[in-house]
C-alpha cells in the first residue's frame, strides 16, 4: 500500500526533535556560526534524544533497531533548527552507523557500546578529498594489503571532530572499491592538521585535514574485516542524511520567508499578497514536498531492500541539492536587502545551502 | 498511519495490462490520428469498451461511498489511486486516445461530486451499457477561462412547464462532440453545462445543469484545431432557448448568500487535478523512456552515481528528469491518496498539478532538444508528445491559477486577500 503519514511513534519522535531544534538549537544558531564555535551543551542536548542510540539493538548498548524512514524524518528536523549542531549532535553516527550496517560482530561488540552508552563523544569519519571532482567510488587515499595489515595513504578534507576523536573510519580506495578502515588515535602515520578547516558555512562545525602516511591498519580494522562491505549501502544512507538535511534547512527558510512576507508592508499591502511573491513561495513549498516524497520513497525502499534504493538515494540527494539551493536563494530574495543582512537567518541557510552539493560524508543516518 | 511506498497488486496489474493497450492499441495509431484531426478512433473505442465491461467497472469512476463487503473492508481504499495510475498509463500510450476512453469524464465526475441519490443512478449507470456513452463539462466561455466567475450563460426557471432554459455559447468542451452528437455507435450521452441562476450572486448563482445528447437548440458549432492532443475532440457548443427538466439541476436550486454552490464545482476540481496531473506523467515518461531507449542504442549509459562534475550534459538532463517525473508522480499519489482517505487535500491536490504541469512540458520540451533532428521529427511522436504535453500545464487550472491556489493554502489566505 501506499501510505503517507508517520506513525505515532514517527511522530512522538518528530516532536520531540523538532521541539528541541526550534528552542534549543535555533537560539543559538547564529551566535554558534558568529563564534565558529558550537555550544557543547546543546550539542549534548541534542544527543539525550537519542537519535542514534534508536538505531542500535540493545545487545550493543543501545536500545531500538534502525529505520532509514524514521531516522529521514527526524534529521530532517534537527536540521530545521541548525545545521552545524545537527551535523555534530550525529558526528557519532559517521562512526556507529557504519560499523552497525557492515561491521563484523567483533567490531559491533568492541565499538557500538562505547559509542552510545554515556555522554555524546566525538567519534568520526572521513571521506570527502580536496579535489573538485571528488567522487567517493574513485578515492585517492589508498589501502595496500601488506601480510598482516591495511597500509593507508592519502588526504582526507572536512573531517568533523578529529582532532578530539579516539577513533575515525578512514574511506580509502582498496582494489578499486572504496572501503572503510577503523583507524584508532594512536596509529603511527596519522596527522591531523592543527588549523580548523573555514567553509562557506558551518563555521561552528569543527572540520580538520587528516593526513595518512603509511598508516598500519590491522586486517580486523576493515570494516567487514577481510572481506569487506557493501560501500554502496553506506553511500546511500549518507545521501538520504544529505537529503533530508537539506529538506530541513529548505523548510526553515521557506517558513521564515513565508512569515516576514505576511508581515512585510508594501504600497499598502503584506508583500505576500502581491502573486510576484506568492507563487515563489507556492513553488517552493511545492519543490520541498517533491524531495520530501522521494526522499522518504529512497528510505522506505533501503529499509526495504528494493533493488533501486541505492540510485534512488542518489537521485533524492541530487534532487535535494538542487531544491534546497532554490529555496534558500528565493528565501533571501523575498527579504529583499534584509535578507543580506547576518541578523536574519536566511542568508545563513542559503550559504548552506550550496553546500549540500558537496558535503555528502559529513552525516550518515 | 504509516509511510510506505509499496504499489498495492491491483496498481501494479492495471499498469501492465494497460501497458500492452499502450503498446498494441495506441501507438501505432498515434501518428495517424495526429494527422487525421477530428476522425473519431472507433476500433479503439469500441475494445476499450469492451474490455472495461468485461472487467465489471464503468471506466475511470471511484466504487461508491466504499464497499460493503467485508473482504474489501480490510483494506484501505485504494479508488483513486488505481484510477491516477490507469490514466497516467493510458496518457504513456497516447494522451489524445485517453480523452477518447468511453465513459463520463468530468462530466460524470461532476454529477458524481454534486449530484442526489437519484441524479445519480440516472446519470452514471449509462456508461456500463452495451454502447460507448460519452459525457462532458461545458465551463470555460470565450470571457471566461480560469475565472469561471466570470461565466454569462443563463439558466432560467420557467416555473410553469417545471423547466430551465438556457442560453449561452461554450467553448472548450473535450469531448462535446462525442457526448452530445448522437453518433450511431454511442449510447445517449450528455454535457453538463454551468450557467448562473442569479447573475447578480456571482459565484453564488453558478450551478451545473446535465444536458441530454440531442437536447433541442443545442448545438455542437464546430471543432477546434489545436497544437497536439488532435484526437480528442474539443467542440463550441451553444445554446438557444434549450429546455431540460427541473431536477437536471445539480444542486440546490435556490440562490443563497455564500458560494456552497460554486464550491461544490470546485469540489470537482479537487479530486480531478491530480488525476489530470498524472496524465502529464505519463506524456512525460513516454518522452524520457524514448530518449534512454535511443541513447541505450547509441552505445550511451547513464551512469547513475557520479558526481555532477564526473557526468555528460546528457546524463545530468536524464538523471534530473528523472528526478522531476518520480517525484511528481509521488506528489499525485499522496494527494490521491488523501482523497481515498477523506482527507483535506487543496494543497496537495493544486501543488501536484503545479509540479506535473511544470515537469510535463520541461520534460517534453529537453527531450526533443536532446534528440535533435530525431525529436524534430515527425518520424517519431517526441514531438508529438512536446505539443499533446503543454496542454497539461493549461487545462483543469493553469499552473498559475493553481500556484494561486497553493500560495493561498499556505498563506492562509482568502480569494480576496490574494487575488
Known amino acids: 500500500m501506499y501510505s503517507f503519514e508517520p506513525n505515532e511513534e514517527q511522530q512522538m519522535l518528530i516532536d520531540a526533535v523538532g521541539k528541541y531544534a526550534s528552542n534549543d538549537l535555533r537560539a543559538v544558531s547564529h551566535d554558534m556560526e558568529e563564534a565558529a564555535e558550537l555550544q557543547m551543551n546543546v550539542v549534548s542536548k541534542g544527543w539525550e534524544l537519542g537519535l542514534l542510540q534508536a538505531s542500535i539493538p540493545e545487545s550493543y548498548g543501545g536500545f531500538g533497531e534502525r529505520n532509514a524512514v524514521t531516522n529521514v524524518l527526524a534529521f530532517e528536523e534537527l536540521a530545521f533548527g541548525d545545521l552545524a549542531g545537527a551535523y555534530a549532535v550525529g558526528t557519532p553516527n559517521l562512526f556507529a552507523i557504519p560499523i552497525l550496517l557492515s561491521g563484523t560482530e567483533g567490531q559491533k561488540k568492541k565499538y557500538l557500546s562505547k559509542v552510545v552508552d554515556g555522554r555524546w563523544r566525538p567519534y568520526t569519519a572521513a571521506l570527502i578529498e580536496y579535489a573538485f571532482d571528488f567522487d567517493p567510488n574513485d578515492l585517492k587515499t589508498s589501502a595496500k594489503l601488506t601480510a598482516d595489515s591495511y597500509v593507508l595513504t592519502g588526504e582526507k578534507a572536512f573531517v568533523p571532530f578529529a582532532k578530539d576523536a579516539d577513533a575515525i573510519i578512514v574511506y580509502a580506495s582498496f582494489g578499486g572499491r572504496s572501503q572503510g578502515f577503523i583507524v584508532e588515535k594512536e596509529m603511527a602515520g596519522l596527522s591531523i592538521s592543527d588549523e580548523r578547516e573555514k567553509l562557506m558555512s558551518l563555521n561552528a562545525l569543527p572540520l580538520y585535514r587528516v593526513k595518512l602516511d603509511n598508516v598500519k591498519v590491522p586486517v580486523i580494522n576493515r570494516l567487514g574485516s577481510a572481506s569487506g562491505h557493501d560501500f554502496e549501502l553506506l553511500l546511500a544512507s549518507m545521501r538520504l542524511a544529505s537529503a533530508s538535511a537539506a529538506l530541513g534547512v529548505a523548510n526553515a527558510a521557506f517558513e521564515y520567508a513565508r512569515d516576514y512576507a505576511k508581515e512585510r508592508e508594501a504600497f499598502g499591502v503584506k508583500i505576500a499578497q502581491k502573486q510576484a511573491i506568492a507563487f515563489m513561495l507556492a513553488e517552493m513549498r511545492t519543490e520541498i514536498e517533491a524531495i520530501r516524497l522521494l526522499t522518504w520513497e529512497a528510505a522506505w525502499k533501503l529499509d526495504n531492500k528494493k533493488v533501486d534504493a541505492y540510485t534512488e538515494a542518489y537521485l533524492a540527494s541530487t534532487g535535494a541539492a538542487d531544491m534546497v539551493m532554490m529555496v534558500t536563494d528565493r528565501a533571501v530574495q523575498i527579504l529583499g536587502g534584509h535578507g543580506y543582512i547576518r541578523e536574519h537567518p536566511v542568508e545563513r541557510w542559503m550559504r548552506i545551502g550550496r553546500g549540500f552539493a558537496m558535503l555528502t560524508g559529513l552525516a550518515i543516518i | ?419
Open chain 2, 1 to 419: 498511519m504509516t509511510i510506505e511506498f509499496e504499489s498495492p497488486k491491483p496498481i501494479t496489474q492495471a499498469q501492465f495490462m494497460l501497458k500492452t493497450v499502450a503498446d498494441e492499441m495506441m501507438r501505432p495509431k498515434s501518428r495517424y490520428f495526429d494527422e487525421h484531426e477530428h476522425e473519431i478512433p472507433w476500433d479503439y473505442i469500441e475494445f476499450m469498451h469492451g474490455a472495461m465491461r468485461a472487467m465489471g467497472g464503468n471506466g475511470l469512476a471511484p466504487r461508491e461511498n466504499g464497499s460493503k463487503n467485508e473482504e474489501e473492508k480490510k483494506h484501505p481504499p485504494i479508488g483513486y489511486q488505481l484510477i491516477a495510475a490507469q490514466i497516467e498509463s493510458l496518457a504513456y500510450g497516447d494522451l489524445g486516445m485517453y480523452h477518447c476512453l468511453p465513459g463520463g469524464g468530468l462530466g460524470a465526475a461532476a454529477v458524481y461530486a454534486a449530484g442526489t441519490a437519484e441524479q445519480k443512478a440516472k446519470f452514471l449507470a449509462r456508461f456500463n451499457e452495451e454502447r460507448p456513452t460519452f459525457a462532458a463539462m461545458c465551463i470555460t466561455e470565450s470571457g471566461a477561462g480560469s475565472d469561471n466567475s466570470a461565466i454569462r450563460t443563463r439558466a432560467i426557471l420557467d416555473e410553469k412547464t417545471n423547466e430551465w432554459v438556457i442560453n449561452g455559447e461554450k467553448i472548450f468542451v473535450t469531448g462535446g462532440d462525442k457526448s452530445f452528437t448522437e453518433y450511431e455507435k454511442l449510447g445517449k450521452g450528455y454535457v453538463v453545462v454551468w450557467a448562473t441562476i442569479e447573475p447578480s450572486a456571482g459565484r453564488a448563482g453558478l450551478r451545473a445543469f446535465v444536458v441530454e445528447a440531442g437536447t433541442q437548440g443545442v448545438k455542437v458549432d464546430k471543432l477546434e484545431h489545436k497544437m497536439g492532443i488532435r484526437v480528442s475532440d474539443t467542440a463550441a457548443i451553444s445554446l438557444v432557448d434549450a429546455r431540460v427538466p427541473f431536477d437536471h439541476i445539480l444542486g440546490s436550486a435556490t440562490v443563497e448568500k455564500n458560494t456552497t454552490g460554486f464550491k461544490g464545482a470546485m469540489a470537482t476540481f479537487d479530486a480531478t487535478r491530480p488525476l489530470v496531473a498524472a496524465s502529464g506523467i505519463g506524456v512525460a515518461r513516454a518522452a524520457l523512456e524514448f530518449l534512454k531507449q535511443k541513447l541505450a542504442e547509441n552505445k550511451i549509459e547513464i551512469r547513475y552515481g557520479l558526481p555532477r562534475q564526473k557526468l555528460s550534459n546528457i546524463e545530468r538532463e536524464v538523471i534530473d528528469m528523472e528526478i522531476m517525473l518520480k517525484s511528481a508522480w509521488l506528489m499525485v499519489m499522496k494527494a490521491v491518496w488523501m482523497a481515498d482517505n477523506k482527507k483535506h487535500n487543496v494543497l496537495e491536490s493544486s501543488m501536484s498539478k503545479v509540479k506535473a504541469g511544470d515537469v510535463s512540458t520541461k520534460v517534453t520540451q529537453k527531450v526533443v532538444e536532446l534528440l535533435g533532428p530525431l525529436g524534430y521529427s515527425r518520424e517519431f511522436l517526441a514531438e508529438k508528445w512536446f505539443r499533446d504535453a503543454k496542454i497539461t500545464d493549461i487545462y483543469e487550472g493553469t499552473g498559475q491559477i493553481n500556484r494561486l491556489v497553493v500560495a493561498r493554502q499556505i498563506l492562509g489566505y482568502s480569494g480576496s486577500e490574494l487575488r
